[in-house]
Nanobody, 124 residues
Framework: QVQLVESGGGLVQAGGSLRLSCAAS????????MGWFRQAPGKDREFVAA????????YFADSVKGRFTISRDNAKNTVYLQMNSLEPEDTAVYYC?????????????????WGQGTQVTVSS
C-alpha cells in the first residue's frame, strides 16, 4: 500500500514557475515508477510526466516537453514536478501516481495509487 500526498500548487501568472512535490508513505517507494497527471474541468485526466524507479528514465507529454522536469529523491520518498514557463492551458488539478511498471508509462490504467491532487491555476 502506498499513500501519496501532493503539495506546491497555487496561483501563478503566465510565464511563471511552480514546483509540485509528492510525498509517499511506505518503504517500497523506490520500487515504483512515479507519474504526474492533470485534469482540467470538463476534461479527461491526462498524462504529464513519469519517472522510473531509479530516476534514470523519464517521459513527458509533448505539451510540457522542454518546460517541465520530473525528479525523485528515494531517500525522502518524494517525487517532484518542476514547471516552468507556465501557460493558462496548464491550469488543472495535478495528481501524483505510482505504478509497478519498470519503465515510465503514460497510461492511466497502469497506475495503482493516486494522491488527492493539488490545484494549479495559471492566470493570463
Amino acid at each position: 500500500q502506498v499513500q501519496l500526498v501532493e503539495s506546491g500548487g497555487g496561483l501563478v501568472q503566465a510565464g511563471g514557475s511552480l514546483r509540485l512535490s509528492c510525498a509517499a508513505s511506505g518503504r517500497t517507494f523506490s520500487s515504483y515508477t512515479m507519474g504526474w497527471f492533470r485534469q482540467a474541468p470538463g476534461k479527461d485526466r491526462e498524462f504529464v510526466a513519469a519517472i522510473n524507479w531509479s530516476g534514470g528514465s523519464t517521459y513527458f507529454a509533448d505539451s510540457v516537453k522542454g518546460r517541465f522536469t520530473i525528479s525523485r529523491d528515494n531517500a525522502k520518498n518524494t517525487v517532484y514536478l518542476q514547471m516552468n514557463s507556465l501557460e493558462p492551458e496548464d491550469t488543472a488539478v495535478y495528481y501524483c501516481s505510482a505504478s509497478r511498471f519498470v519503465y515510465p508509462t503514460e497510461e492511466v490504467g497502469n497506475y495503482e495509487y493516486w494522491g488527492q491532487g493539488t490545484q494549479v491555476t495559471v492566470s493570463s
